[in-house]
Structure formats: structure tokens, C-alpha cells
């Protein structure tokens, strides 16, 4: 089999497979796995060529190159001159015109030299096993290693066999966004046998050194491959991270018709940080708690590390952001899936 094999490349993962029943026990240590990276690549891509979210087609495109041997730097997100040289090598390489350009051939090339005919495929997903998942927390602070607990259970009558000679015995899955998830997958081509109503327990640890989940809230899709699979909803903050809204700090004027900034400070952001922001009247409180509906709700917003802002449209008719009316508002940023907020220290005022 080929050495170039699972779907992500330069990640280890650590894994044991336990038999859960009266009595559990340990069983003999696991073969090896090997990894593949299977790339299929959708957009042409040139020189000047940016990803606008983490993990895109160039930086995909980079990984394979650098993974392959024909890029000598860490993947940027970026198409510079470095990059059509990696390509051109790839190019010459595989029988294709070595001009530097991701077009429609070395994108098809591409895919058939690195989603091989070898590359396992599932079975059909089988209805007498149930399959759920855990971690063994729900929030971790980024860099924090996770794991993943997978439980397979045969809910038929009789014994059950589950066949992985041809594929990944368990897989996993990490929504990124929109962007194409990162998965894993675990190759371990053996067959496990199950007793009427027996589970068996696969535990996998995702090491820190090697698998960095961005910060934010994800939904991570553990699998018995061919049997099923099961989701798991998991929260990454980032490591004392702190927030502040710079504007509107309070005491503004926002006319209508205008466009306008809401801008913050956070410590220790990444390229995968994302925030929420919401803007709310400013009410006099007499009750606990106190906190008026918002007028303005921006959910999991990208932003730029160097300079976070996020641009508000206050015009009247069809283009605009929210329906705002002449009176005060605070404005409040929080980081995705935690509890971090700020708001402005004081309200702001839109007129007419």
C-alpha cells in the first residue's frame, strides 16, 4: 500500500481500543496506521491567489506540496512565487504542463495522484450496531489535548461481526466553518467481533503537539466506519484570553445612513478566532437581570488579527444591517463558543 495515505497529513494520533463489558480489559497493542491526504481542489488557482478562511485551497493545495515533498515552507493560505514554483515541480512530475498555474488538468491530476485507487472504502453503514461518542470534557482551553470516546453496540439477538479489511476503523471529523472539515482516520484493517448486546470502546487522543483545533465552538463527528457515527458538540478558548471593545466605548453619535465600525482588543487571537456581536438598546434596569433584546445579532464573525473590526450599515431602506431607530445603544463582542465578552463601558446615541 502506499505511503501516502489518509486524508491529513503530519498528524499522529494516539490510540488505544479497549473491550468494554463485566469485565473490561486492555487488549495487545495496535498495529501501525498509515495517513493519506486525499485532495480534491474546486477553484483555479494563480499567483496573488488568498484564502479567505483558515484551511482553504491554497492552504490545502500547500500542505499536499509540502507533505509531497515540492514546497520547502510552512503553508500560508497564499499563492506567491514560491508556491507556482512548488506546482511547477509537481507539474513536471506528473505529465503536466509545467506552467505554475492550478488549472482544470493539475487539479484533476492532483486528485488521482492523491486519492488512489487504494484509498479504502466504507461498507454500506450497517443497522445493527449504535454508535455514540463523548470527550472527556466539553471546553478546552486551546492546546489542550482531547479525547475522543467512540462506543459501538450490537443491538441484535445474535453475534455480530464488523469488517475493516478494506478501510478506517474509526474516523473522525472536525468542522472548520464552511471550509472542507479536518478529519482523521485511523487504519487498522482488522475485524472485531461482538456478542449479542456487547459494545466495544474506542478511545483516541488528539495530542496538542500535533492537532491544534481552532478556538471556538466546533461539532466533532466520531465514526465507525461503515457502521455509523455519532456527533459531539466540543468548545476551544483560547489561553487567557482577554477582550475589549475600543469602539464605541460610550458617549458616540451614530447617524442614521452612515456606515459605522465596532472595533476590539483580544489577546492571544489566532486566524481561526471568531467573535459574536450584538447591539442592544441602553435601558434603565429596575430588575435583575437586566438585558434588552438586540437590535443588531452577528454570529461566529471572522476578523482581521492586526486591525478587528466589524463594519455596521445604518441605512433605512433595503440595504441595511439591522432596523435601527433614533435613541442609545451598547454595543458587546464575544468570543465564539465562550463566555468572554466586553461591551462599551458607556451607551452611544443614533439620530436622524
Known sequence: MKNNIIIIAGIAVLMSLFSVGSTAHALSPLPDFERRMCVGIDSNLTVGSRDKVPTGYVFRLQQYLQ???????????????????????????NGVSATGYFGPLTRAKLKAVSCTDDMPTPPVVS????????????????????????????????????????????????????QVPVRLCILMLSTKTFAAGESKTWTVTLPKEEYQVPVGTHILEASITGYGAAKVPLTVVASQTSLMVTYPKGGETWK?????????????????????????????????????????????????????????????????????????????????????????????????
Open 67 to 93: 507533505s509531497a515533498g515540492f514546497l520547502n515552507v510552512n503553508p500560508t493560505g497564499y499563492f506567491g512565487s514560491l508556491t507556482k514554483e512548488a506546482v511547477r515541480k509537481f507539474q513536471q512530475s
Open 127 to 178: 443497522k445493527d450496531f449504535s454508535i455514540s461518542a463523548t470527550t472527556d470534557k466539553s471546553v478546552y482551553v486551546s492546546g489542550e489535548p482531547i479525547v475522543v470516546t467512540i462506543t459501538a453496540k450490537n443491538m441484535a439477538s445474535t453475534p455480530k461481526n464488523m469488517e475493516f479489511t478494506n478501510g478506517c476503523e474509526t474516523a473522525l471529523k472536525i468542522g472548520d466553518y464552511d
Open 256 to 352: 442614521m445612513g452612515t456606515t459605522q465600525k465596532v472595533t476590539w482588543m483580544m489577546s492571544n487571537a489566532t486566524p481561526y478566532s471568531r467573535v459574536d456581536i450584538k447591539i442592544r438598546p441602553a435601558i434603565v434596569c429596575i430588575t435583575t437581570p437586566c438585558e434588552a433584546e438586540p437590535v443588531l445579532s452577528i454570529k461566529n464573525a471572522p476578523f482581521d488579527i492586526a486591525n478587528p473590526f466589524y463594519t455596521i450599515n445604518l441605512n433605512q431602506g433595503a440595504n441595511k444591517d439591522a432596523i435601527f431607530s433614533p435613541g442609545n445603544y451598547t454595543a458587546e463582542v464575544c468570543i465564539t463558543g465562550t463566555t468572554i465578552c466586553a461591551k462599551s463601558a458607556s451607551h452611544f446615541t443614533v439620530v436622524e
